[in-house]
Each structure stands twice: as C-alpha cells, then as structure tokens.
C-alpha cells in the first residue's frame, strides 16, 4: 500500500522568513521542524536574532575584536569566516578578531528559529546578518566620533579600526569609541558595502586559529579544569539499555588508589578520582553485574541483535510505504518495459570517529546554578537537556562550547550517546566540579551511529537506451525524524535519492519507516552520504543497460540545466578530459568513474580513477568541481572539500560500525579502520561560483565520491559493487 | 618520581605503569598532548623521547628514566620544530587541529633524522590518523619545512 504524503509549505515554519534558505532546493531542516517550536522561539519580549549589535561584539580598548558567533569552530574555518564577514562591514581586520562560540541566547537562533552548527547551514544562514551586525557596528563608532570631534558624520571615513576626519586630519580608534559607541541603539538599515570593494570577503584571507593549532595552544573541552576538579572514568552496560545492578568488589574498588567514589548510573558504572587514569583503571577494575538485555529481535539491541540480521530486516520488510516522490507513471513504464533493471543497495552503520574523544566538566556553584564545558554543536539544545538532567531552569544551565576535536555530526543530543547527563550526576553526588571523559572504547561502544540503510531500485531504459523509469524503495529511519519529529517521509532518510535533477520522465521514490533500536545520528552529509551512492550506482548500472557512456548520458540528461551542465564540463576539463577506460597508466589498468550530487544548496561533480593494487581498490585522483553559489573564503572552501573527500573515501574504502550479537564488534583504531595517510589520493578541487543562492560547503564535497568510486570500480573490473565498505569486496 | 620535560625536572607521584600520556596532560598539565585511541593506533599522543618520536600512551611512565622528554608546548624551541610550524602556519594545514600536536612532533621527529625526506620517508615516518584528511597538506608542509 503507498500513501502520498508531499511536504506541506507552512508559512509560519519559519522558512518563509528566509527566502535565501527555500531557494536552495535541498531538504532542510527549517521545512521540517514543527511550527510551535519555532513560534515559541519568537516570544515577544525577546530581540530578532542578529540585531543586538552587543550580543556579538566587544571591541577592546587596544582596539581588539571579540565576535561572539553563533556557531561553533570544530575545523570548518567557520571562526575566520564569520570574522571576515563581519570584518568587511565594521572595517577591521579579521587579524584583529577573536572568536568564541556565543552562550546560549535568543540572538543567535539563525536558522529557522534554532541554533546549531550542522546542515552546512552557518555561512549561508548567517551572512546577510553578520555583514548587517558589523556594519551597525561600525555606524555607531562612527556616530560616537562625529558627537566627540564635533562634526558631521557624513565626513567620516573608516580604515582598519579608525574613524577618520580627513577635513582636520583627526582620527579616533575604535578601541577609545567603543565604550560609549556600544550603548547607542544599532541602524540596521544602514547600507552595507559595495561587494565590488571586498577586502576580506571572497579572499583567501588566513585562518585565525591556525598557529594555537599547531603548538598544542587551542584549548578542546577534554582540555579543560575546575579548581577542586575531580576526573570521572565510566563503564557502560555490554548491551544499549541494560544496567549495573551491583558492583561485586566495591570496597577493593573504592581502596584502589586516588579513587573518591564509585557510582551506580542509569546504564553505566563510574569512578571518581583525583586523576582519570587512576578513575579509569578503577572503574574497569569493577565487578559489574549488569541486567540482561531481550534474548532476541530488533526491537531492542538484544542478545542477537546484528548488522547483518538489520539489514535482512530492512529488505524483507513489506510494511506500508509512503511516496516521497512521483513524477510521470513510473510503474506503468516498468510494467511496459522490454527489461527492467532491479539492484539492491545497502550502506553500513558508522561511527563518527572524531578524534577528540566526548567529555563533559560539569560544576555547580553554591546558588545550584550548572556550568557545562561539552563539545556541542548546538548550544540551546544541549541547554535545555541538561536542564531536565539537572531539575533547574534552563535559565539556569550555562553552557560553554569550546572549539571542537573533529564533529562531523557527533555532538548533538543523542540520549545516551553523550556523556553530559553522567557528568551532571557525578557533580551532583560528589559536590565537586567532574570532569568526565569517555575512553575511546566506551566512545565506540556509546557514539551515535549513521544509520544502515538500504534501498531497492527498478529502472528501465528505452529503445534509445536513455532511462524512462526509475523506482526507489528506501527503507530504515534518519535522525531527522528520531530528534526532530519530521514528517511522514523522513527528508534526512531520502535525500539524495528525491529532487535529482535528470530528466527521467517517470519516477517513484518510496519511503518505509522501519526504526533502528541503537542510537542514530547525523553524520556528514547525513543521508546523502549514502543515498548519493545508491542512485549515481543504479544511475551508470541503467547506462550501461543503454549502452550509454555515463558522462555521456549525464549530459544528456541534464540538457536544459544549464548550471549543473557546465559543473559536469568543469570537471571534465579539471580531470583532463573524461574517459573511463579501463586504460593503461604506469604500468598498471586504471578507470574513472564520475557522479554528480546537489546536497544543502549546492552542487558538485565528481570523478575518481581507481586501480587494484594487491587485492584492494586503490584510488588515486579524485577531481571535484564545486559550485557552493558564491564563497567567503576559496582556501578553507577548498580545505573543506578535500576533508569531505578524504571522510567520504574512508567509508567508501574501509569503514564500518557493525553489530554483532547485540554489541559494537569493534572498540578501537585497532579494528574499526579509517582512511589512513597510504589510501589518501590527490584531491583536484576547482570552485565555480555560479552566482546562485549561497549553498553549504562542510558536507556537499562528501556524496560525489563514493559513487564516483564505485562506477570507477565497475568500469576497471566489470563488478558492480552495490554496499560499503569496498574492503567487503575480493578482487582477485 | 623525576621526570624531565621540556628541559625541566618535575617530581610525580603516581604509579609506575601510569601512560607517560596522562602525567603530561593531568599530572603536569600539558594538555597539548591529545589522547585519540589509547592504543598507539592514532599518535595523537606524539611526543620526543631523546629526540625519538613516541607515543607516549602506551608509554608507562617508568620506562623513560632520565630521557629528555619533548612536548608540543616546547617545540618552538627547537629550530627545526619552529620551521615544522611555521609550514604548518602557512601552509594551514589544521582543520579541527586536534591531530596536528601529533603531526607536528612526528614531523619534527622526521626532519631531525632526514633533513630532506622523499615521499617514502614521509609516508613510512607519518602514520598518524587525521580524520579532517589533512595528509596531504601535512606532507606539503612537511616538504615546505624541509625546503
């Protein structure tokens, strides 16, 4: 049975406010999130995000600049764009600022209502409002100066942190203005710059956080300490949702050195000492007895629970399907068809693998107010969870978001897959500040997981061997409908495969919503990072049904799409022409296989030549061209591309997070591998600023490349592989 | 316990198996050293010991004796450490910057014993996992610092 559900256009989503945000094109998650949460962000008392020109700017009396930003640097560069921005419009420059994550505020809720630092969201949510922030902030230095030198402020100029009267050749730094300038009531219409006059925006302006960086300097949460702090080491239970009942060996526990305490939590054992070595060794020391988990089923992670019995559950699965799409008669059209093409495809769970393991310093001050130092990328969120942990008012958690370790969807709220309840607990007990860090292996145990989905497609092409149909069935669950409620079809489970761009007549994507009883996540790219593979795979699987050349056939395809023809000609010409091969390069047979994708508002074209070397595919070149609309910094865009690539090429090549009988097979780097130095190819990356709506830049360089992959495999050895990891794969 | 680091000689007290790493970063707060894995896979937790590149996780504490003991807060001081980082500076090649107090010590580390490394030395001197994918702006910058 299929129902048809089609995303409703609310105007009160949010979305309608931010136009910039409804022309990407790609699913976001201001369209899904339920209009009340948006409304009860918009209380009246409280300020527009974006127009407390204070709430983002301190200018120091030596002229310094603190920007407060609203989202969090975790190796993005998002720290030296936001300061760019906002740089041009104040006019100082970006080496002047620091920047911090703001606090949790009404200020900063950027994107749709919310604040968070994901969905490649930040820049293209942001910009129009920081340029405004800095450009209201220089307007009120300005009018300060003119009151002070006495004289109108149309003589004014600016340059670099100054206020200049060139009539009488004064001039007054921003640092000896801003104290009274900070207190005057921010224009928000006054004018921002011509961009044709752009010192900083567009340029490859440095990176600010680069030399703390490469001098052990930059401060991580698992960095950070309280006076009187005690660490806290955790064991959790074997099985997701079973509990200690008792620790057999307590005393001997408690009488191992520097130990404080031991403590029975909600699904984990922790130690408390006065280092967290001397915590850990303890609390891997304990006696646990733990609850069982259900014998069996996927209802829960019970005894038997397992990657490989999920994924035959998803593909037997014969419940009721939702259409996310239709255009034309596609079962009509496969019902017509001479042939009809059916492969089924199937990507793993991941672990997010940032490697800065989770932590959390929890402290309460005498009047029971909560301070929390956590990796987040999501300030108000993790807020009004720890609120709930802590029993008090949000009001009264603070929390402080230091630069992150790596985050590629690893720090929002996921349940028991952050350790901040833990630390509240312990802080709680012991009347201490506790700084809690997870072990890597209770990271690998704990981490919220990319869900594994699989998807079955049938196609069919027609006597001119182009595509008429193409039939989807996906079937799993995304995190966008587990944390945030979405819709019947769940966008973060079917983007990526709904809203192609090819001109195939007849379509149906269907969506069956099948839970996973472990903890999912976001994950760069989220579900984009598969179903990119999926549908560019079946893509070259219905050319090569044609008889087509897939670049050929992609053209063709997109014949009257101007914009994503000539991303497919860009990196046609930045890989040297296309061709598959198989061909000869050094002395051994290599191919190239090419995909397209158009994840949070941009697009990319991608092509990759691999080779077998020893059993494995090697890659050795991948070539994106990447049309983001228009960018604030080519350097850290291209940065941002190749670490996509290089995350994209791990769980193409290596990577997987499997479950077997109800727990993690693997705990650490030892197993669980990821893209090491000797799998890292050359990455060619040339950007096409089209001049559409600004699009993201942190995940769209990541899709393209598995499927790239993939057809470049099929093209060298004839096999298609249709599941990830390669390293599944035996090629002789 | 003495324990020499960064030139200066501190006195610990903690048991003898305790990971070098921990006494860094706990014990003596030198929290530029990273823990990633634990177990010698990540080399987050690079350090020099006698100029030698080590990962100091899976280093107990009273296997280093009297060796001089290099951390990532005193690499400036080192003219070859220096010229590491200001490759790396220029070169930007952090991106979360987590990895890179490991990358740059086991760069320094390479440098030393290879002034002008080829790109086998690289490979088989820089095995650190950098899940940003910055390996190969590591390698250029490592070939920069060598120039």
């Known amino acids: ?732 | 316990m003495k324990l020499t680091v960064n030139g200066a000689v501190h006195d610990v007290d903690v048991e003898p198996d305790t990971p070098l790493l921990f006494v860094l970063r706990d014990t003596l707060g030198l929290t530029g050293t990273k823990y990633g894995c634990g177990v010698a896979m990540c080399g987050a937790c690079t350090v020099l010991v006698d100029g030698v590149a080590t990962r100091s996780c899976q280093t107990p504490v009273d296997s280093v004796g009297d060796a001089e003991i290099a951390t990532i807060e005193a690499i400036e001081s080192d003219p070859v450490g220096a010229r590491v980082v200001e490759a790396w500076v220029g070169i930007e090649v952090p991106q979360c910057g987590y990895c890179q107090s490991g990358q740059v010590m086991a760069a320094t580390a390479l440098l030393k014993e290879t002034p002008a490394p080829s790109d086998d030395d690289i490979a088989a001197a820089m095995t650190n996992l950098c899940r940003c994918g910055t390996y190969n702006a590591v390698a250029d910058a490592i070939r920069k610092a060598a120039a």
């Open chain 1, 1 to 732: 049975m299929i129902r048809t559900f089609r995303p409703s256009s609310d105007p009160s989503s949010g979305l309608s406010r931010r136009a910039f945000l409804a022309t990407t094109g790609a699913l976001t998650l201001a369209v899904s999130l339920p209009a009340s949460r948006v409304l009860a962000q918009a209380a009246a008392s409280a300020p527009a995000p974006g127009t407390r020109v204070t709430a983002f700017l301190e200018i120091r009396p030596d002229g310094a600049v603190r920007l407060l930003s609203p989202f969090v640097e975790g190796g993005q560069g998002i720290a030296t764009g936001m300061a760019q921005i906002v740089a041009e419009e104040l006019d100082a420059a970006p080496a002047r600022f620091e920047v911090e994550c703001a606090p949790p505020g009404p200020d900063y809720l950027f994107i749709g209502g919310l604040r968070f630092t994901g969905g490649s969201f930040s820049t293209r949510t942001s910009y129009e409002l920081m340029r405004r922030v800095g450009a209201a902030a220089r307007d009120m230095l300005m009018r300060t100066a003119a009151a002070r030198l006495g004289v109108p402020k149309t003589e004014l100029t600016t340059d670099d942190g100054r206020v200049i009267h060139a009539a009488s050749g004064r001039a007054l730094g921003y640092g000896e203005l801003a104290g009274e300038a900070m207190t005057l009531d921010p224009d928000l219409e006054v004018p921002l710059r011509d961009p044709a006059t752009f010192r900083w925006i567009g340029k490859e302006t440095p990176r600010l956080d680069m030399r703390a960086k490469s001098t052990g300097a930059a401060k991580y949460a698992i960095d950070l300490t309280q006076p009187d702090m005690l660490f806290a080491a955790v064991v959790h239970a074997p099985f997701l949702g079973t509990k200690p009942l008792s620790v057999g060996n307590e005393a001997a526990v408690k009488a191992m050195p520097g130990v404080h305490s031991l403590h029975l939590l909600d699904g984990a054992v922790a130690v408390c000492a006065d280092s967290w070595w001397r915590a850990r060794m303890a609390v891997e020391a304990a006696e646990v007895a733990w609850s069982d988990p259900a014998p069996t089923g996927i209802d829960s992670a019970s005894a038997d629970f397992s990657s490989a019995g999920m994924l035959a559950a998803l593909r037997a699965w014969d419940g009721e399907v939702l259409e996310a799409e239709a255009i034309g008669d596609a079962p009509g059209a496969l019902a017509g068809a001479a042939q009809v093409i059916e492969a089924d495809y199937d990507a793993p769970y991941l672990n997010h693998a940032q490697l800065e393991p989770p932590s959390a310093l929890a402290k309460f001050d005498p009047d029971g107010t909560l301070h929390l130092w956590l990796p987040n990328q999501a300030p108000e969120m993790f807020q009004a969870a720890a609120a709930k942990v802590a029993g008090i008012e949000p009001a009264r958690v603070h929390i402080h978001s230091p630069i992150l370790g790596g985050f590629f969807g690893r720090h929002f709220v996921y349940g028991p897959g952050n350790p901040y309840p833990q630390a509240i607990q312990l802080a709680k007990a012991t009347g201490r500040p506790v700084k809690l860090v997870w072990s890597r292996e209770e990271e690998f145990a704990m981490d919220a997981v990319r869900p594994l989905s699989a998807t079955r497609f049938r196609g069919a092409v027609g006597p001119d061997g182009m595509p008429v149909a193409i039939e989807a069935r996906t079937v799993g669950e995304g995190p966008m409908g587990r944390y945030f409620g979405a819709g019947p079809v769940d966008p973060s489970a079917v983007e990526g495969i709904v809203e192609k761009p090819y001109a195939i007549p007849n379509r149906r994507m269907m969506f069956g919503k099948l839970p996973h009883p472990v903890t999912i996540a976001f994950w760069r790219s989220v579900g984009h990072s598969m179903n990119d593979f999926f549908y560019e795979s079946f893509l070259d699987e219905l050319a090569e049904a044609g008889g087509q050349d897939p670049f050929a056939m992609r053209r063709a395809l997109l014949a009257k799409d101007a914009r994503r023809l000539r991303l497919l000609d860009e990196v046609a010409d930045l890989s040297g022409g296309w061709k598959r091969g198989p061909y000869e390069v050094e002395g051994e047979t290599r191919a190239r296989g090419v995909a397209m994708a158009s994840p949070f508002g941009s697009e990319t074209a991608t092509v990759a030549e691999v080779s077998v070397r020893d059993g494995e595919v090697k890659v050795h070149d991948v070539w994106v061209a990447f049309d983001p609309g228009s960018v604030v910094n080519p350097k850290i865009v291209r940065a941002q591309v190749e670490s996509a690539v290089a995350l994209g090429l791990s769980q193409t090549l290596v990577e997987q997070a499997v479950y077997e009988d109800g727990r993690r097979r693997d705990a650490n780097f030892d197993t669980y591998a990821i893209l090491d130095r000797s799998r890292m190819p050359r990455v060619h990356v040339r950007i096409v600023e089209s001049g559409a709506p600004m699009g993201g830049v942190g995940e769209p360089g990541l899709p393209g490349v598995p499927p790239a992959v993939a057809n470049a495999v099929a093209a060298l050895t004839g096999r298609r592989p249709r599941a990830l990891p390669l390293s599944s794969m035996t090629f002789s």
